[in-house]
């Protein structure tokens, strides 16, 4: 019923800029946080940024400074730019949206959480 399709990944140099996106789409009625998570070869997934319908974030200490988050709520898409990029920020990126609620009375009262399929984000030194 709900998809998370991201864009954007790809292969940059140290120093360089990448921006991702991240659309949901299907029967949504809202979304209560959309963010990223990341994961690096043979490390756990973890947290890089969230954001609330209501615009407050929570980065990660590693990349605040250089990343950005923005959501568009009538869309339900957030997107990520990420600046001043380091080998270390290399990683398989994942879209999720949290606290979502379908657009279907059969589901009313109920939340869940989804996950993107992942995009490569490649960091070269």
């Known amino acids: 019923q709900v998809q998370l399709v991201e864009s954007g990944g790809g292969l940059v140099q140290a120093g360089g800029s990448l921006r991702l996106s991240c659309a949901a789409s299907?029967?949504?009625?809202?979304?209560?946080?959309m963010g990223w998570y990341r994961q690096a070869p043979g490390k756990q997934r973890e947290l890089v940024v969230l954001i609330t319908s209501g615009g407050s974030t929570n980065y990660a200490d590693s990349v605040k400074g250089r990343f950005t988050i923005s959501r568009d709520n009538a869309k339900n898409t957030v997107y990520l730019q990420m600046n001043s990029l380091k080998p270390e920020d290399t990683a398989v990126y994942y879209c999720t949206a949290q606290g979502l609620i379908l657009a279907d009375a059969d589901y009313e009262g109920y939340e869940y959480d989804y996950w993107g399929q992942g995009t490569q984000v490649t960091v070269s030194s």
């Open positions: 299907g029967s949504i009625f809202s979304i209560n946080a």
